[in-house]
């Protein structure tokens, strides 16, 4: 398995695994298993590779089975859920440190295919992605809404993320999550 950073090349790809696990288009037998919320277009798919080098994929043989996004604030203040997470950022203290647009960014959503899932690319993604991001920033933040068990018991029991708070928006429950960014994830072997 190669974990890189996504190019415009890759888009295409992405845009497919996308559209399978995302909210308004996945199969509903698939959704117990967890699901993305953020849409991204072509466009917004090209920024935050462009501006933010954050897009990190998993490849195996030329097929991409998995995404993990990642980004400053300022890249997603477009989305209204975000402008709340932003508002909020001064009220939220996580290790030791009141949160900021500059000592922090949100990490999110995660994506694999669910022929990878329960295997090594959970972490091994989320560690490529920690490596590329604590080169900018020293914590990780990040949101899972409630009825979503699957990538909660992931991220907090798997890669180690603490809940640092619960909040709610347009009638959906969220945990707020953190992470330190000089911890190497557990488990991983990149
Ligand atoms: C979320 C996601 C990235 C996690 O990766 P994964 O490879 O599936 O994670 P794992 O299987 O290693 O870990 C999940 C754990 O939750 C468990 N689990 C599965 N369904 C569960 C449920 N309904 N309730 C509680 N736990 C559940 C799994 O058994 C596993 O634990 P185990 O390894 O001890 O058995 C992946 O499932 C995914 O892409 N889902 C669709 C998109 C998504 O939900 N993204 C996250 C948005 S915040």
């Known amino acids: ?11 295409n ?5 996308q559209e399978r696990y995302h909210v308004n288009t996945i199969n509903e037998d698939d959704k117990k298993d967890g699901f993305v919320t953020t849409l991204f277009t072509k466009e917004q798919f090209e920024e935050i590779i462009e ?3 954050g897009l990190a994929i998993a490849c195996d043989n030329g097929n991409i089975v998995g995404y993990a996004m990642a980004a400053s604030w300022e890249f997603w203040s477009k989305w209204p859920l975000f402008q709340h997470m932003i508002k909020d950022l001064e009220n939220t ?7 900021n647009v500059e000592n922090s960014y949100q990490y999110g959503p995660i994506c694999i295919d669910k022929a990878y899932r ?6 091994n993604l989320f560690e490529f992605s920690r490596q590329e991001m604590s080169k900018r920033y020293p914590i990780l ?12 018991e992931a991220h907090t029991r798997k890669l180690g993320l603490d809940v640092i708070k619960d909040f709610q928006f347009n009638n959906n429950n969220y945990y707020e999550l ?12 990149i």
């Open 141 to 152: 933040i990040t949101f899972i809404n409630h009825i979503n068990p699957r990538s909660y």
């Open 1 to 11: 398995m190669e974990y890189r950073n996504a190019t415009f090349e890759d888009i």
């Open 93 to 99: 203290t996580y290790l030791g440190q009141k949160l």
């Open 178 to 189: 953190g992470y330190d960014m000089s911890k190497k994830t557990k488990g991983s072997t």
């Open 51 to 53: 501006k933010e080098n």
């Open 118 to 123: 329960g295997g090594d690319v959970l972490v």
């Open 13 to 17: 790809q992405i845009a497919k695994l």
